[in-house]
């Protein structure tokens, strides 16, 4: 059996993913709601996920959902578990360049790399790529420097 998956998204109550797909061969769109059995708000959301995309019964609807996008959506049910809002739960798949990452705990660290490493490789320029360009060498316009109390004190002759 083929099955081309549209999308995904997940129930809040009782706890579910639900995955739009189409039927290859009839073309026919079909939805199905995957519950999501054993899981807490104290639950791991990789191994859940895991466990849902191996599972005999739901791995041939899952084959085209990305692991990546099964553990998100395990993300926001756990976070709506914890009581946190859906727009708390998005705004951490978010990447804020002023957010400060000493102040997160390992697992969030983890999830913020991984995303910051799936932007780099999209952006990344190959060797292979049409608009690859050897050496490139880019002049960046100086920002006007503050001065500071210790450069005037320290102009020693150096």
């Known amino acids: 059996m083929s ?21 290859k061969e009839t073309k026919a769109v079909r939805k199905r709601v995957i519950p999501v059995r054993n899981f807490s708000k104290y639950s791991d959301y990789s191994t859940a996920a895991e466990r849902l995309k ?24 756990r976070d709506h578990m914890q009581g946190f809002s859906l727009e708390h739960s998005l705004a951490s798949f978010r990447l804020d360049p002023d957010e400060d990452l000493n102040k997160l705990d390992d697992e969030e660290l983890a999830r913020k790399k ?15 790529d049409p608009d690859f360009v050897y050496d490139l060498e880019m002049d960046f316009t100086k920002s006007t420097q503050e001065k500071c109390s210790w450069d005037d004190e320290s102009d020693d002759g150096f």
């Open 3 to 23: 099955f081309e998956a549209k999308r995904c998204g997940v129930q809040f109550s009782p706890p579910a993913v639900v995955l739009i797909y189409e039927h």
């Open 54 to 77: 191996n599972n005999p019964r739901h791995r041939d609807y899952l084959e085209g959902v990305s692991q990546s996008q099964l553990e998100k959506l395990h993300i926001i049910l």
């Open 114 to 128: 991984g995303q910051m490493d799936e932007v780099f490789e999209k952006n990344r320029k190959r060797k292979d």
